[in-house]
């Protein structure tokens, strides 16, 4: 196997042996080849398209095989075996669709071949066999390291864009010029010939799709569940049964919590879920009662210890213990060898598994953190940053936001978040927060210093926010006071990064370290082009953002 995918892949190459995630060199091979299927779905469904012909569910299965190869989603090769024979159907289905538009446009079908005539093998061993034959290593032989490391940017950026229309989607939201683009770009990946600067044009183009994609999953959630409120979120736990909710899936946990209710069991938010607890549709749940244990690479103990039912909604789940491997559970397209799945949004099992579990025996003492700065919350106060920013109350805006992950080099987040002055508002999002987000950072000009903007895909709050104050100023965002110190982990983080690119956004500090699929050549172009930089220290970075440097 080769993959590299994320942040923490092996010696910062590529994990070639075993991933440092926990994905085995067949999962690996199944997932290689399951994005080899969605290409030769997309082959078609692009062609089909122009003459007017679309299929929803060919469009929202691209979608799905793409956020199923997300890094910690789905470790299972029963379920991705499933999929790959669906991924059959689809592809006949896109085929067909094709040839009947061409023959009622009076045209000849393009006769197309790999990977749209992919036969699938009969047998999960085969299968890997053929996942074997479709992965990065066979492209950087015949292609380069610099082509494939573009290619692997645009398809990881495509995944991370998927992951949010398929929230979008599940909340009803959804966009025919995004299912387009899909096709039209994992097509592109199937260029025999592909060119550099072709390449880095469709890079960019997925950033403004991604752009357009976390704007409908922002209208999808404020429109279920209303705009974020700042909230105040109880993070010690209370007497009683418990269930505790990670992932993204505003939907799931909104189901849940109607499915508790009146059952006498709390229900706790971890990770990613935090921010949910801002939304009113969903806050306005009492038993909704707090947020428990800290970012993703800590499940492994904190699961442990949680005396009640886990639900995991999406990335990032890890390998589970047997201690609490019967109490776990997935839905959406998150799976785990021999972990419960939810397909059908019925939780009855996860509920059992509560009221069976201990619970907690007492409450602890209350402490809490804020929550739900989106962005009519934070707009809200648009008045009293500007003046503050004339009259010299506040100095700076930080963005310190991204993925959290298990690496050492990222207590650099924290120690960052912690020598930023007193007149300066840090902006945070994603699971990165928990490096800081218990401490106190007070007040400047009336308003928290730090603001939790929400999950990764609220990435597009603090877009909103920068427009407007490069509006209220009459400047560019460029020349705000205002850097960018982002971490990222997983393939979300890249579409999020080809967004701000796609914005002309330059001067990003980009850690704990550069992707490996990015060469040598292709850093030196984001460089050149974007000025993005690698950490430094903490003393340096700092002293650089203030002088004006970023
Ligand atoms: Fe984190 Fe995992 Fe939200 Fe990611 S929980 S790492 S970028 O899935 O999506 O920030
Ligand atoms: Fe390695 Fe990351 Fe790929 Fe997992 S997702 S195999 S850790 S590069």
């Known amino acids: 196997m080769l993959c590299y995918q994320c942040e923490q892949t092996a010696k910062g190459t590529g994990c070639t042996a075993f991933g440092v995630c926990g994905k085995d060199p067949d999962t690996a091979a199944l997932q290689d080849l399951l994005v080899h299927a969605a290409k030769g779905i997309a082959m078609y469904a692009h062609r089909a398209r122009p003459l007017g012909a679309a299929d929803r569910a060919v469009d929202v299965f691209v979608v799905e095989a793409l956020f199923t190869t997300v890094t910690n989603v789905n470790f299972d090769p029963k379920r991705l075996q499933g999929l790959l024979q669906r991924a059959a159907e689809v592809r006949d289905a896109a085929k067909k669709l094709y040839e009947d538009a061409c023959r009622k446009a009076g045209q000849t079908p393009e006769r197309l071949s790999a990977p749209a005539d992919w036969v699938p093998a009969a047998t999960l061993d085969d299968l890997i066999r053929q996942g074997e034959q479709v992965g990065i290593e066979q492209r950087i032989t015949a292609l380069g390291p610099d082509v494939t490391g573009l290619q692997e940017m645009l398809a990881y950026g495509l995944k991370g864009t998927a992951a949010y229309a398929d929230h979008a989607l599940i909340l009803g939201v959804e966009d025919p010029e995004v299912f387009a683009f899909f096709h039209e770009a994992l097509d592109s990946l199937t260029n025999p010939a592909p060119k550099v600067d072709g ?103 904190e699961f442990d210890d949680f005396p009640g039912a886990v639900l995991m909604t999406t990335n990032c789940i890890q390998k589970p213990k047997e201690s609490y491997k019967a109490r776990i ?222």
């Open 199 to 301: 390449l880095l044009a469709m890079n960019l183009k997925c950033g403004e799709v991604n752009l357009k994609v976390m704007g409908l999953l922002d209208a999808a959630n404020t429109g279920s569940y209303g705009h974020p409120v700042p909230t105040k979120v109880r993070i010690t736990p209370v007497k009683g049964k418990a269930i505790l909710v990670s992932g993204h899936d505003l939907k799931d946990l909104e189901l849940l919590l109607r499915q508790t209710e009146g059952k006498g069991i709390n229900i706790y938010t971890h990770g990613e879920m935090l921010p949910a607890h801002g939304y009113p549709a969903l806050k306005k749940f009492k038993h909704l009662v707090g947020n428990y244990g800290g970012a993703w690479q800590d499940q492994r103990s």
């Open 329 to 550: 559970f997935t839905s959406g397209l998150v799976a785990w060898p021999g972990v419960t799945h939810i397909a059908d949004g019925d939780f009855t099992p996860v509920i059992e598994a509560a009221l069976a579990a201990g619970g907690f025996k007492a409450d602890e003492p209350e402490k809490s953190i804020l929550t739900g700065f989106g962005h009519n919350a934070v707009l809200s106060h648009a008045g009293t940053v500007v003046e503050a920013v004339k009259t010299g109350k506040i100095k700076h805006f930080f963005l310190i936001g991204g993925c959290d992950g298990a690496k050492p080099g990222r207590d650099y987040y924290t120690k960052f978040a912690e020598a930023v002055p007193d007149n300066c508002v840090i902006l945070t999002l994603a699971c990165g927060k928990y490096r800081f987000n218990k401490l106190d950072f007070g007040e400047v000009a009336g308003l928290p210093r730090l603001m939790d903007c929400g999950q990764c895909n609220d990435a597009y709050t603090a877009i909103q926010v920068a427009g407007a104050l490069a509006k209220a100023f009459n400047c560019g965002v460029n020349d705000l006071p205002l850097s960018l110190i982002l971490s990222w982990y997983e393939q979300k983080a890249v579409c999020i990064l080809l967004s701000l690119l796609y914005l002309g956004i330059r001067n990003i500090r980009l850690g704990p370290s550069l992707p490996a699929f990015l060469t040598p050549e292709l850093a030196k172009v984001l460089v050149e082009k974007f000025n993005i930089m690698p950490l430094t220290t903490v003393e340096k970075d700092l002293a650089a953002c203030l002088g004006g440097n970023g």
